[in-house]
């Protein structure tokens, strides 16, 4: 699994981003979803200290009492000897939504939630991004593809933040085997 690189100017500059205004409209926000299911599985694994791990091999990590939690991918998982419990597949929801936004990850997780799908949120500057169990990851874009649908009313263009609108905007989706640090 590749990983995106860190190169300066191949990310987009503070300055840049803060120009994008994050969207917060809950009608906005769930119409212009768009659910990406991103190449790979990944796993939570909790290590007691970080030594002999590289933050290039982890996708996030979050320090808690017990010790410090990792996503990280399967593969690099398994090649360090990690221990986990269950397989996760991503799912980045595409629209640029603010920090500040109120009820966009409880309507996402309770059409989950409805459907019988578990979902472990993470919240990043840009986006927000769903751990599904590998095996209901299918039927989960399924379930966020047509809550979005139902959202957005017909021939109504999306207002505001519409991902399409702003092409490069904290890029939603990376390239395919490519994983960029939350």
Not at 129 to 135: E, G, K, N, Q, R
Request: aromatic share 6%.
């Amino acid at each position: 699994l590749a990983h995106a690189p860190r190169q300066p100017g191949s990310w987009l500059t503070w300055d840049v981003r803060q120009k994008m205004k994050p969207e917060s409209d809950i009608a906005l926000l769930l119409a212009g979803m768009r659910p990406v299911l991103i190449e790979g599985e990944f796993v939570y694994a909790m290590v007691e200290d970080l030594r002999g791990i590289e933050p290039k091999d982890t996708l996030c990590s979050f320090q808690e009492n017990e010790g410090t939690t990792l996503i990280c991918s399967r593969e690099y998982a398994d090649r360090a000897g990690l221990r986990y419990e269950g397989c996760f597949r991503q799912i980045t929801l595409s629209v640029h939504s603010s920090l500040q936004a109120v009820g966009f990850l409880a309507a996402v997780s309770g059409a989950l939630a409805r459907a019988g799908i578990p979902c472990n949120a993470v919240a990043a500057f840009c986006h927000d991004h769903l751990f599904i169990p590998s095996d209901q990851a299918p039927k989960a874009i399924e379930v966020l593809s047509n809550l979005s649908a139902q959202t957005t009313e017909p021939n109504q263009p999306l207002e505001r933040n519409d991902p399409s609108r702003h092409a490069g905007c904290c890029a939603p989706v990376a390239p395919a085997g490519v994983v960029a640090h939350l």
